[in-house]
DNA sequence: CCGAAGCTCCC
RNA sequence: AAAGGGAGCUUCGG
């Protein structure tokens, strides 16, 4: 396996991959940009050394960045080199578990997405599991117990030197500030193998919760069951529970786990409404949760502000591209009235900057004029002493920069653009084709 | 089919 | 600065 691995075709490769990453270089200070000349200038010796089983992984780098909630999370960035070898091992590895893993498990993947995962999400309770239990592993990454992992790798992996380099690879200790810190359990958060080496880990709880018999959904370390009623779920997030704990280790989140109603159950960015419907009991549908309405919000606002030096075809441009991101991540989700709210806050953002690019007085009055404004009203309006966001919600601008002029400048509206995407996805889904 | 850039999302 | 795996979309080039 380890020759397969070496190959000169699959470390090529996957040098490629870690240089259009565009990451930080390691501890030895190497850049993704050098990696490439690197590898043509060494590579006999560096893969005679990991045959022969002499290559020693170099530290990782520890770096703490804001994880949301005011948290931090520690990534550790292993060098430029070792990141290609983790990477040239991912490539053959990952085909062999692939396969092994379970239907039901989303996160970290190849051809699997979070809409998937969270269709079958919806699936479970529109088929009335309506009791949920949600676990959240507490830091699931760096709580990954070396020797139980290694045991479970050995089970595929017999190739002596390919486990020797892995296992190195989790010994490999973190510098942070100048200090070496030895690991004994705890894969890297910014390693390429990490994420796969989690879901060997926790294939194994997927096993078990088939076992049990158990309707569930796991994404990383996120996941759900769904029960039929509450007696059973506070069952199942027992046995699941003291699995964890007991046989793999893990603690959970407290704070993020629980048994949960559809209405106040969240996954992966989504959450669920009932059917407002006569004749529908009991069945839901998508919606986006809170915390994303918000943080497109401030997406939006962030380029709508007048101090935001960009000219007004760029705003729309980058607009739309923000719009267009955020839409294809939640197309399956149910949010047209929303999104025709947000849309009529936008236009006033609009309104707020092109009032502001006018800046002098005897512009404002001009534009408002050949707006279709009697000159008197644009006198008095160019003089107004209200602040921006106050004209911009005025009637003024409402009557004069029209939600069709703006269209006729080029900006689309996210609740057109969503419709456009809607659409264009079901024709896909009809034919596959083009 | 391959490559570059950009944007979004999940963990 | 700040790493990684995965998914989606847009534009451009071969
Ligand atoms: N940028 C990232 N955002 C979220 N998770 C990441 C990221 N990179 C790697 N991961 C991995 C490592 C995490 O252990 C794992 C689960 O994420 P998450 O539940 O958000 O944090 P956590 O489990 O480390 O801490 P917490 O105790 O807050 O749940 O996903
Ligand atoms: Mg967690």
């Not at 691995?5 to 699959?10: D, F, M, S, T, V």
């Not at 997405?113 to 699931?140: C, M, P, R």
């Not at 009932?274 to 994303?292: C, D, F, M, S, T």
């Amino acid at each position: 396996m380890i020759e397969k691995i070496l190959q000169p075709a699959n470390l090529s490769m996957a040098c490629r991959e870690v240089v259009r990453n565009k990451g930080a270089g390691g501890v030895d200070g190497m850049k993704v940009s050098e990696l490439e000349a690197y590898l043509h200038e060494h590579r006999s010796t560096l893969t005679e050394q990991v045959r022969t089983r002499n290559y020693h992984a170099q530290p990782i780098r520890g770096k703490e960045i804001p994880k949301g909630s005011g948290k931090m999370r520690l990534l550790g960035i292993p060098t430029a080199i070792d990141r290609m070898l983790q990477q040239a091992v991912l490539r053959v590895i990952m085909p062999r578990y692939e396969q092994a893993f379970s239907t039901y498990s989303y996160g970290f993947r190849p051809l699997r997405n979070t809409q998937q995962a969270v269709s079958k999400s919806l699936h479970y309770i529109n088929s009335g599991y309506q009791h949920i239990v949600e676990i959240d592993l507490k830091q699931f990454f760096d709580m990954v117990d070396h020797v139980l992992l290694l045991q479970l790798l050995y089970r595929k992996i017999k190739c002596k030197t390919t486990m020797c380099l892995i296992r190195r690879w989790l010994r490999a200790p973190l510098e942070k500030d100048g200090k070496l810190i030895k690991r004994r359990i705890g894969v890297p958060q910014g390693s390429p193998i990490s994420p796969l080496l989690s879901n060997i880990m926790l294939h194994e709880l997927d096993t078990e919760m088939e076992r049990l018999g158990l309707r569930f959904v796991r994404y990383a370390d996120d996941f759900s069951i769904y029960c039929k009623t509450k007696s059973e779920a506070k069952r199942a997030g027992n046995q699941v529970y003291i699995y964890l704990r007991d046989k793999l280790k893990l603690p959970i989140n407290r704070d993020k786990s629980g048994i949960r109603r559809p209405i106040h159950f969240q996954i992966l960015g989504y959450g669920f409404v009932a059917i407002y419907q006569k004749g529908v009991k009991g069945k839901y549908q998508l919606v986006v949760n809170r915390k994303r309405w918000k943080s497109l919000k401030a997406k939006l606002k962030e380029v709508t502000r007048k101090t935001t030096p960009m000219s007004f075809d760029e705003r729309i441009k980058k607009l739309h591209e923000i719009q267009r991101g955020w839409l294809n991540a939640f197309k399956y989700a149910n949010i047209k009235g929303k999104l025709t709210e947000l849309d009529g806050w936008l236009r006033n953002r609009l309104r707020y900057c092109i009032w502001h690019h006018w800046k002098k007085l005897e512009r404002k009055r001009k534009n408002l004029i050949r707006l279709g404004v009697p000159p008197r009203d644009a006198y008095a309006w160019s003089r107004s002493r209200m602040g921006g966001w106050a004209i911009a919600q005025s009637p003024i601008l409402g009557t004069t920069i029209t939600k069709a002029r703006l269209i006729k400048r080029g900006y689309i509206p996210l609740a057109t653009m969503f419709k456009t995407i809607s659409k264009n996805t079901e024709m896909n889904q009809l034919f596959p084709m083009v």
